[in-house]
Structures are given as C-alpha cells and as structure tokens.
C-alpha cells in the first residue's frame, strides 16, 4: 500500500472538494509543471518497486501463454470447420 493510499481512502466517501489532490481546506492546487513533476515522481516511485522474472521463470510464462494460445486457436478452429459444414449441410453446398 503506498503512502497516499490511506488519504485517497480517506477522501473516497465523496467529499465536496472535486478533484483537489489535498484534504486541506486551504491548500491550493499545484500548476501544471508542478503536477506533471508530480506524476513523473510517481511513475519512477512505481517502476522501482518492479521485479522482473528471472530467465526461467520468463522462459515457463512464456510456454504457457504459447500452450494457451495454441489450444484457443484449435478450439476456434474446431467451431469454425464445425460452423462450416453446417452451413453447408443446411444450404447444400
């Protein structure tokens, strides 16, 4: 849970005060460079807490997705030839 989580949670009960980013009532809102810094700060806070897979756990995730992809084709393919024929035994072609 990141620190501003428990203020985002406070402040989700609908408050009155829009999209300011701050619960105070005097705050003001920051200008547009002070926001895109804002989130710039954010995004780079987040990439720092990713963790990437190590060789062999890339190299099962990536079996896995194939695996998965190949039994949906097979299976589109089964409905498709059965859709096909039919079609055809229906209308006689």
Known sequence: ?????PAAASDAGGSAQGDRPSARPGAKRPGLFGR??????????ELRKVVRPTRSEL???????LVFVAVV?????????????????????
């Open 1 to 5: 849970m990141s620190e501003s989580a």
């Open 36 to 45: 895109i810094g804002l989130f710039v700060r954010q995004v780079v806070a």
């Open 59 to 65: 190299v099962t995730y990536t079996g896995v997705v």
């Open 73 to 93: 084709m097979a299976f589109v393919t089964i409905v498709d030839f059965g859709i096909g024929k039919a079609t055809f035994w229906i209308f006689g072609g």
